[in-house]
């Protein structure tokens, strides 16, 4: 009987030591931070956040293939890019901020928070150039997967 109540002990001690070390050790990969007073949730935010995404590269997108293959811009598309870009673009820069608070990161942004919102202004950018040359417009179409492939990368690697 007491030799098993000491072995049960000494097992739930290690498995403390254990979970202090892990916590001691673990990348700092913050986990989201949900206060009961939380309006909008971590996960919320997030999902705002690519759909701000979403609605920007589809107007980058529409406007450089659209550009790329000879249209020329004209009242209704001026109007649908320009909405889903304005409205994305502002979306997705509020809520990446929200994620940010979520992550109880707004006390100094980390390296790749900064990155981040470089690129997100390269994006915002990037209306200006369709409908200004047929080549520039075939490049852009062909860089916009890539630049959200390093939105991805920044926010899932956390690299510095
Ligand atoms: C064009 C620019 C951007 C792209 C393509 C982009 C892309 C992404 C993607 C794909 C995710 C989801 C990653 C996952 O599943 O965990 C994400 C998460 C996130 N993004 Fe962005 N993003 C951009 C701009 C921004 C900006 C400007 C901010 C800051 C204001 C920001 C802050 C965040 C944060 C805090 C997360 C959550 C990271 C986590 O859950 O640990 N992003 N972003």
Known sequence: MQQTQ?????AADAVQQTLAD?????PC???????ASSVISYAT?????LFGLFM???????ASVHAASGGERSASSRRIVGILHGVGATLSLVAGFGVLARLDLTAGLPGWVLAKLALWLIVVGLIVLPYRSKSAATAMAYALPVLG???AYLAIGKPF
């Open 29 to 35: 990969n913050p986990a989201p931070t949900e206060r």
């Open 149 to 151: 492939l390093i939105g």
């Open 22 to 26: 892990v916590e001691q050790t673990a």
């Open 56 to 62: 920007m590269f589809t107007a980058l997108g529409g």
């Open 6 to 10: 000491c072995s049960r002990r000494s």
């Open 45 to 49: 935010y997030k999902i705002l956040h």
